[in-house]
Structures are given as C-alpha cells and as structure tokens.
C-alpha cells in the first residue's frame, strides 16, 4: 500500500538546527515508514518569511555580506538536500492550505519550536497553522514538538483553545519536559500517544565530509586549541572570552551567529552537515544555541551552556531540560542569575575542560542509546496506533 506522509515543520528559518531538524525528522519517518512518500511542506507565513528576509541584509561590518550569504546558501541547500513540496497554494489564508493538505495526504506532521504561545517576530504568532485545526480527516502528529518559549498568562488565557487543538492530536511527541507537562494538563482525550522523546537530531547520524582542507585553506591552524563559539548579542561576555582564551593561545571559531571578538566567523561558509562535523575538531564550546549543545554532545566535547532566553526559568528552558536528561545540569549558566559571574564563568570552564577526559564520555555514549531505544518504542508505538 502506498501512503503520503507530508513534513510541515519551521524548516525556512535560516539556521543549521531548523534544517539538521527536517532533515533528522524526514530520515527517521523514510527508514521507519519505506512505503509512505514523506516530502516537507514549503509554505512560509507571510510576516515570519518577511521577517527572515530583511535579516539578510543586517550589516557587519567586518564582514560583508554575511547574512546576505548565509541567507543565499539556505535557501539553495534546502532545496538540495530536503524533499520539498511545493505544490500547495501560496498566498492564501491558513484555512485553505490546512484543507488542502487534508485532501493530498494521508497524514500530517508538525515538530520544533512551533506550539510557543507567544506574540513576537520569530516564532509563529498564537494560533499558527502548526495546530493545525482544520484538518479533521487524517492523522495528526506532533513530533517532537516544542512549547518551551510560551507566555504562562497566554497560556491560561487561551486554555480553552489549546484543549481544543491538542485533542485534534491522537500523537503527541513532544520534546522537553515542559510541553509535556502542558500537553498532559490541557488535552482532555485520554486515547492515543503521548510521550516525551529526543529531538531526532541528537540521534540521526549525518555524512561526514572532510573539512581539514577547508579550515586550513581559512587560516585555521588544526595544531593550535580552538573554542568554538556559538554566541552573540552580549559584547561584555563575549569580550572576556576573547581575552581568557587568547591568553590560552587557542583560536575562536564562531558558528551561526556572527561574533566580532572571534577569531572566524564561519556562519556563511559551512553549510549544515559541515556545521555538524566541525565540533569534532574543538577543545571546548560554548554555545547558547540548543542544536549548539545537542552537537557537542554528540563529539563527545567539553562544553558550557549560557542560557538565551534569559528570562526563562530552568523549568522553561530548552537548554537546561536537555541538560537534565543526560544529568548534566553544571554545564547550564545564565547570565540573568544574581549569582552569575563572567570570570566564574570561565573559570568552570577552564575545569570542565581539565576534567572531561574519558570522565563524561561513557556517561554520554549510554544515555544517548537510552535515548535511541526510547525513539524506536515510540515509533513501534504509533506504527501499532495507526496500524502502519
């Protein structure tokens, strides 16, 4: 028998962790469901699609053009790399596309940061198409879903309608503890699949490719320690880890985000399998990014988290909960704390680099195998729901 599964996921902000994502997420549906047709769906909400394009032309003046670049690489690579539909109708209200979905395809699917209840320009506005609640006839599936950025009073307020679009969802994946919670509290229908899994990102293996030419051809030196860097927005910080890890003689590598105090900033050069492979080649990272941190835990290299979102509480951070699943909470720190310290800051660092050897390692190798065993019951889960 043959089905379509169709992918509608936040794949068209320009960032490495949105795009690993809908690869990671299209991956793990191919090997598990061979006989669907799994393609992502290509619609872009007009004001967020309008929001990343005016990001292109943010200046930088030590590099031009660089989110103009970055902006240009995205949009070739997803098209390259993922298997995009595009066939839906464009400039038209949400209702008709959702509708037009439920007629092409046998199943729909919506995952990452999509179910923040939140108002602001980079994420999808309350209510979004990702709660899909137009769609009655096929099956509706979250997976691992995110609401961890949410205003708790929109929440409250708007308790009533979530109830409504939850229960529309006879499969809930979500990501972190906190969406769960939320997931468990407000939907009424007792049926189905709910569960907390990994973001299928921390489990997917990506190629390969060799990047020493590369590096070395950007002036990387490979025989000197390098700090990888995925941070941004905060000159004070960002200062200071210029000044320690310089006195160390190490090289500052940014990813993503471009960072003045860095050594290179390599946001508009590597695409998304490269960025996943150079962490491999870093002596330490600190990252306030998620994928950032789902990446050093992967390579198995030391790391410290500082926290983004600096008004959310642990509880509400994405960071921290994933942190907490692999028992590793002291690698968290937010600058928002009135105990936080930039020179402690550093010298944690400095003693989770010392301490890492073998120390971490194993207890990461294990727990990410725990983790693997969990996504394969899940979907043995929703295979045996929908009779897959």
């Not at 009533?160 to 503890?177: C, K, M, Q, T």
């Not at 927005?233 to 105090?261: P, T």
């Amino acid at each position: 028998m043959s089905f379509k599964l169709r992918i509608l996921t936040f794949h068209y902000i320009p960032n490495n962790g949105a795009f690993l994502f809908a690869y990671s997420l299209t991956k793990l549906l191919q090997s598990n469901f061979p006989d669907f047709d799994i393609r992502i769906t290509d619609y872009k909400a007009p004001r967020l699609a309008f929001y990343e394009f005016l990001k292109q032309f943010k200046p930088v003046s030590s590099t031009p053009l660089f989110y103009y670049k970055r902006y240009k690489m995205w949009n070739k690579l997803l098209r390259e790399f993922l298997v995009l539909d595009t066939s839906n109708p464009n400039l038209v209200g949400e209702k008709t596309v959702q509708k037009y979905l439920e007629n092409q395809f046998d199943a729909l699917t919506v995952g990452m940061d999509v179910w923040c209840v939140i108002r602001g320009t980079e994420r999808p506005q309350f209510p979004n198409i990702y709660w899909l609640p137009y769609v009655q006839g096929i099956p509706k599936i979250a997976y691992a879903v995110s609401a961890y950025n949410s205003d708790l009073s929109m929440i409250y307020h708007h308790r009533n309608e979530i109830s409504s679009y939850l229960d529309g969802f006879p499969v809930i994946a979500a990501r972190d503890h906190f969406t769960h919670n939320m997931v468990m509290k407000y939907r009424n229908r007792t049926d189905g699949l709910v569960d907390k899994i990994p973001d299928p990102t921390l489990l997917t293996d990506f190629p390969q490719p060799k990047l020493e030419n590369k590096l070395s051809s950007i002036g990387i030196d490979l025989d000197r320690p390098i700090l990888g860097l995925l941070f941004s927005g905060d000159d004070e910080i960002s200062h200071s880890i210029q000044s320690h890890y310089h006195s160390k003689d190490y090289q500052i590598v940014a990813l993503s985000m471009h960072n003045r105090f860095a050594d290179f900033n390599l946001g508009h050069l590597l695409d998304p399998f490269e960025w996943a492979c150079i962490f491999r080649y870093f002596n330490i990272c600190v990252t306030n990014r998620f994928h950032g941190t789902i990446f050093c835990l992967k390579n198995l290299i030391p790391f410290l988290c500082l926290e983004s979102d600096r008004h959310l509480s642990q509880e509400q951070s994405k960071l921290y909960d994933l942190l907490t699943d692999f028992d590793m909470q002291f690698c968290y720190e937010n600058p928002a704390d009135d105990t936080f310290s930039v020179n402690q800051f550093l010298s944690k660092a400095d003693e989770i680099e010392a301490d890492w050897g073998g120390k971490y390692n194993q207890q990461i190798t294990t727990i990410l195998e725990s983790l693997r065993e969990s996504q394969r019951g899940f979907i043995d889960q929703m295979k045996a729901l929908f009779g897959w």
